[in-house]
Nanobody, 128 residues
Framework: EVQLAESGGGLVLTGGSLRLSCAAI????????TGWFRQAPGKEREGVSC????????YYADSVKGRFTISSDNAKNTVYLQMNSLTPDDTAVYFC?????????????????????WGNGTLVTVSS
């Protein structure tokens, strides 16, 4: 069975940090762009960050640049999102995603055109 297994969400105070993990089960990330979307209540899902596991190129939404870092461990078939300096605006359900082809082009709105694999989502709540 093919799936993306996420972990690492939770409750944190403003200014705190969390690390999300996404492990691919049943396939490898080699040919996929992999990353994270988030969806806050009443808002559209948005692409937050992406990594091309082939060449390591990355994408970050403007709202998270300088605070979030995406990385991958190809040996573990796992992608991570380190989130620092969190604010209440970062509160959302975060979804791991993997999509072919393997570049991160148009990641911000890529979900509108279909994503190959989605995780179930993990809730991140930032309290003030």
């Amino acid at each position: 069975e093919v799936q993306l297994a996420e972990s690492g969400g939770g409750l944190v105070l403003t200014g705190g940090s969390l690390r999300l993990s996404c492990a691919a089960i049943g396939f490898t990330f080699d040919d996929y762009a992999t990353g994270w979307f988030r969806q806050a209540p009443g808002k559209e899902r948005e692409g937050v960050s992406c990594i091309s596991t082939g060449d390591g190129n990355t994408y970050y939404a403007d709202s998270v640049k300088g605070r979030f870092t995406i990385s991958s461990d190809n040996a573990k078939n796992t992608v991570y999102l380190q989130m620092n300096s969190l604010t209440p605006d970062d509160t959302a359900v975060y979804f791991c995603a993997a999509d072919f082809p393997g570049d991160c082009s148009s990641w911000y709105l890529r979900h509108r055109y279909g994503i190959d694999y989605w995780g179930n989502g993990t809730l991140v709540t930032v309290s003030s």
